[in-house]
């Protein structure tokens, strides 16, 4: 997880080709519970922090995805602590039966950490 997160912050400040950082929390996904225990965002704080520092003044938007909303509310508000002012929703269904699968669930996270709709049901939610 270091190392990835390390790398994000590297994408972010050697790249300005994207307007969403997308899959922070990927590696959770596959988190080897049984070598190494529970996943706990806490343990990485100071590395997801990184790259929301890294990644706010840009004026780009994180995303949550809403497949498995595996940002936590906790996680959200670093976002929002670090100076990030908006965050989009993706579905990384692979099906179009499966798009915006759990998308409630990821607006009350998004929600509960500060941010509110757009101007429209296109424009990013903001702080």
């Known amino acids: ?3 990835y997160l390390g790398d994000m912050v590297d994408l972010v400040e050697q790249s300005q080709v994207f307007g969403v950082l997308a899959h922070c929390d990927y590696p959770r996904r596959y988190w ?10 806490a343990d990485f704080e100071e590395h997801y922090r990184a790259v929301f ?3 706010a003044p840009t004026e780009r938007a994180l995303e949550i995805n809403t497949k498995s909303p ?24 692979h ?17 509960a950490a500060g941010f509110r709709p757009g101007r429209d049901r296109f424009d990013f939610w903001r702080r």
Request: aromatic share 10%; net charge negative.
């Open 70 to 93: 595996l940002a936590s509310v906790e996680l959200i508000r670093w976002w929002w602590q670090e100076g990030g002012k908006a965050v989009s929703f993706g579905s990384d269904a």
């Open 32 to 41: 080897p519970t049984e070598r190494v225990g529970t996943y706990r965002e």
């Open 53 to 55: 520092a890294a990644l």
């Open 95 to 111: 099906r179009p039966d499966r798009v915006g699968d759990q998308f409630e669930v990821a607006v009350h996270i998004v929600e």
């Open 1 to 3: 997880m270091q190392r």
